[in-house]
T-cell receptor, first 109, second 112 residues
Framework: LAKTTQPISMDSYEGQEVNITCSHNNIATNDYITWYQQFPSQGPRFIIQGYKTKVTNEVASLFIPADRKSSTLSLPRVSLSDTAVYYCLVGDNNNDMRFGAGTRLTVKP | TAGITQAPTSQILAAGRSMTLRCTQDMRHNAMYWYRQDLGLGLRLIHYSNTAGTTGKGEVPDGYSVSRANTDDFPLTLASAVPSQTSVYFC???????????FGPGTRLTVL
């Protein structure tokens, strides 16, 4: 199982771009990288997934360098409602992916 | 559609008692999962089921059992609850070809 390391917490201000980096040095060839968002008292919600290079959807972008030993979730122009915990998961199937402690993002006005 | 429902929303249980947490999904997903989340920690996988009729152990399976008699339901049973099982329990499901898991609202369980 690939272990992931993320910052425990981050602060930002409304309108800023936020980048959360996850380290996964022992990622395997078949592993994908998946990010989830969790609000208090709710279950996690899928944000984005990728294998290499860059993936973008309506919510976020995911940047993965060529060696795939890290990944960066980019949230453009955050708002107060983006305050949440963000989890980085690595694995080749959902049974083997592990949620770490995540990164607690606080967006300030 | 309702997605995933869990019941009860919360429960206080005496140690030594048994309890079944219910989880139902209406998305016809093949795979279902049970997680527990403890204060300040991420989610830990308890058990999973890749398809109806099969189950597997996750990261923290001890003290819990599951069954998957059909596609929609995936109950989690605590045969003899202990205080360390106090936690928030989340059920999730996914299509077998996808990494995207859909989570229920959770059940907050307190074992005294």
């Amino acid at each position: 199982l690939a272990k992931t390391t993320q910052p425990i917490s981050m602060d930002s201000y409304e309108g800023q771009e936020v980048n959360i980096t996850c380290s996964h040095n022992n990622i395997a060839t078949n592993d994908y990288i998946t990010w989830y968002q969790q609000f208090p008292s709710q279950g996690p919600r899928f944000i984005i997934q990728g294998y290499k290079t860059k993936v973008t959807n309506e919510v976020a972008s995911l940047f993965i360098p060529a060696d795939r030993k890290s990944s960066t979730l980019s949230l453009p122009r955050v708002s107060l409602s983006d305050t949440a915990v963000y989890y980085c998961l690595v694995g080749d199937n959902n049974n083997d992916m592990r949620f770490g402690a995540g990164t607690r993002l606080t967006v300030k006005p | 559609t309702a997605g995933i429902t869990q019941a009860p929303t919360s429960q206080i249980l005496a140690a030594g008692r048994s309890m079944t947490l219910r989880c139902t999904q209406d998305m016809r997903h093949n795979a279902m999962y049970w997680y527990r989340q403890d204060l300040g920690l991420g989610l830990r996988l308890i058990h999973y089921s890749n398809t109806a009729g099969t189950t597997g152990k996750g990261e923290v399976p001890d003290g819990y059992s599951v069954s998957r008699a059909n596609t929609d339901d995936f109950p989690l049973t605590l045969a003899s609850a202990v205080p360390s099982q106090t936690s928030v329990y989340f059920c999730a499901s996914s299509d077998s070809l996808s990494y995207e898991q859909f989570f229920g609202p959770g059940t907050r369980l307190t074992v005294l």
